[in-house]
Every structure is written in C-alpha cells, then in structure tokens.
C-alpha cells in the first residue's frame, strides 16, 4: 500500500505554463476505441475523464485524429469536424466541473493506415506518409474480407504542408472545444517519427535527407499549434527509444537526432516536453534502441518555460523520488489510471492502488462483438447495448473505499 507520507512531493502543486496543477500525478494519453458508432465523442467518453478529473493533475486525452485515417482502432475518436468539436466540448465541460485541467493529444498516423479500412475509404483521401515505404507489422481485424490484413505501402506526399495545416486546423478545434491546452503526438512511430527517422523517410526536399530537413516537420507542426494556443499551452511527447511501428534507427543516430529534436523544441519555450522511457510493452518486433532517456536529454530542457515531464514505467515511489530530485516536474501515468479512476486521492488518502491484476483486458480496447461485425450493431437498440458493454473495463472500475 502507497502512503501519502512517501509519495508527498507528488502531491504538491505545479506551475504548468498560465495553469497551477493540483498535483503531479498525471494522466497519460490512452487509446481507448470507444467513440461509437464512428469518431464522434460520446457520454462513454464524458464519463470516464470526469471520473478522472476528480483527482488528476493534469488529463492528456487519448490520440485525437486530426484527420479521417483507417487506423487499427475503428472507434478512435477526431477533431475534424463540428460534430466532434461538440462532442469534445461536453467532456472539457465536464472535466471542468469536477476542476480538472484537460489538453487534447493531435494525432497523425501516418503511413500505419489502411487503404481498405472503412474511415480511409470514408476520407476519400489514399494513405499519407513521407515516402512510400511499408512499415512492418500491423493487424486490421476491422476490414471487411481481409482478417488480420497488415500495412501497405503509403502514398508519399507531395506536399508535406498540407499535413502540417491538419495539425494547425485541429489546434483550432481542439480551443473551441474547450480545451486547456494541446499536445502533439510525436511518439509511437506515428507521421512525426515517420518524417524523423532515416528508415521512414527518404524524400529529397526540404523535408528529407540531413537531420535539420527530417525534423522540419516536427518543428513547423509544432510552430503552427503555438499560433494558435500560444507557447505556454502546447506540450510534446517524443519517444526516443522507439519500438512502435518500424521506425528505429540505430542509437548512436537516434540520440544524435533526439539531441538536437529535443534542443530546437526548447528553444521553442513551449508549456512542456514528455519524453517516453524504453517499455518493452512498446517493442513487439525488439527494434527499440534501449537507452537511458532521463540521462541522455534531460539536461537538454533548459528553458526555464518547458516542464520536463517523463512518462512510462514508473512506480508511484519512484514517481516520487524523481520529483523530489527535479522539483520542477511532474509524471505521467497510464495505466495505472486506467483501474484506479481516483489514483491521485488514493495517494492523498493513502489508499490501495490497484495493480495489473485487476486489469480488463478484453476492455483495454473495448468489449466488442468478434469481427466483421454486423452493420446493423451501430443502430438502435444494439448500439444502446453496445455502448453498455463497451463501459466494461473502461467506466466501471470502483473508487478506492
């Protein structure tokens, strides 16, 4: 059982750009698949961030889509239109209620889309990358006629501009919908590692080649989302280690190029920058360059503007411990926030936190029928008891007693 006592410093308040946080202990971006029947935001989604909300430091949504994209998870929910801005503004809304501060996560794919996955059929639009290069790996379960159907090779884009006012048009939508602040997504091997890394992206322009074009994107992306929000509200997540979706360079020139990545973006003087330590969980094909990630860019973030704000593994007591060392930071947590919906007053209160042994993991990404699924489960009275199913392993995990 975790006291209050040790864990102490997590419980101190956190200038966070214009915000004061009421803790440390913060809630990491979770891919979740429960905006039913397509990409809208639903009360699923209201309901399970307010609960949150209760306790957490700061909330990081899920991946939001800045775009239409076939991804591996049907129900990921958006930011491209008016109908998810609404239905975005009724979560912040109640996120508010309960106190809480909230930033939504934009979210690109990239080339880990596919062509036949209904949302890509939907967009009109084929699968964009920096280059037309397959990425290994993937399962489609969702396409109908192709069970388990992995990565294609994508269209590489002419113009990597047109991405880039994706992310500025979802900035925008992502403030009218009553969001604290954004994040950009540059982890998980997703169209911002794709334009980064040399395995992904061998274009020829000024978005490919030497390591200051390959990072072109990044910077521009995350100039465009400070137009809109303003420098203090905008935070990163990068993931140096890698693992996720065949990016990975080899690690002298992957700590040379998150060295440098990392040392342009502070000068940027943006809220924050989350850096992912190695997870194995993140590794399926053992690509990942295991490396120290604390060690190797933390003194990198010298802007006394960026938080530094580590993310992945850590144990509340060692949570703790960092923040006691580095009083200029915070920690975000996942999964641990995914079967304690009240972490942060368990730590306060000192209350048992639910371990790994409780998780749902059916529920991970939602209690859904085997696929194909009928075309008739989005409708009526099955969509109404699909959605209570989908609350299994998602809403329904009790507050400490």
Not at 346 to 360: A, I, M, S, Y
């Amino acid at each position: 059982m975790s006291t209050a006592t040790n864990l102490s410093s997590l419980l101190k308040p956190l200038q966070l750009g214009p915000y004061t946080t009421r803790n440390r202990i913060f809630m990491s971006a979770l891919t979740r698949n429960r905006a039913v029947p397509t990409n809208v935001p639903n009360e699923l989604l209201v309901e399970y961030y307010r609960q949150r909300a209760r306790s957490a430091g700061l909330i990081v949504t899920e991946g939001v889509l800045v775009a239409q994209q076939g991804t591996e998870w049907p129900h990921a929910p958006g930011i491209w239109s008016q109908e998810q801005v609404q239905g975005w503004k009724k979560v912040t809304d109640a996120v508010h209620a309960e106190g809480g501060l909230m930033y939504a996560q934009l979210w690109h794919v990239g080339r880990v889309s596919h062509p036949d996955a209904p949302e890509q059929i939907a967009s009109g639009e084929p699968v964009y990358a920096p280059s037309a290069i397959a990425a290994r790996g993937g399962k489609f379960r969702h396409i109908p006629g192709k069970s388990d159907a992995g990565y294609v090779t994508p269209t590489a884009i002419d113009d990597p501009k047109k991405l880039i006012a994706l992310f500025k048009k979802a900035a925008i939508n992502a403030k009218n919908a009553g969001f604290d602040g954004v994040e950009v997504h540059g982890a998980g091997g997703y169209l911002l590692t794709q334009f980064l890394s040399s395995n992904s992206n061998k274009r020829t322009d000024a978005y490919g080649g030497s390591l200051e074009n390959r990072m072109r994107f990044t910077l521009e992306v995350v100039q465009e989302v400070i137009d809109v929000w303003g420098r203090e509200r905008v935070g990163i997540k990068l993931n140096p280690p890698g693992g996720l979706n065949d990016c990975d360079m080899p690690l002298e020139e992957t700590v040379e190029t998150y060295s440098s990545l990392i040392t342009e973006i502070d000068k940027l003087g943006i809220g924050y920058i989350s850096l992912m330590r190695y997870n194995p969980m993140l590794d399926p094909l053992k690509t990942a360059q295991v490396h120290d990630v604390v060690e190797t860019y933390a003194h990198l973030i010298k802007n006394p503007k960026t938080v530094f704000i580590p993310n992945s593994g850590f144990t509340l007591e060692e949570g703790a411990q960092f923040v006691d060392k580095n009083p200029g930071s915070a920690i975000f947590y996942g999964f641990s926030w995914i079967m304690n919906p009240d972490l942060a007053k368990r730590v306060e209160l000192g209350k048992p936190v639910t371990g790994f042994d409780k998780l749902d993991m059916l529920g991970l990404q939602g209690h859904y029928p085997p696929y194909p699924h009928d075309e008739d489960l989005m409708k009526g009275e099955k969509l109404a008891k699909l959605k209570e199913d989908l609350k299994k392993g998602y809403s329904d995990y009790p507050d400490a007693q």
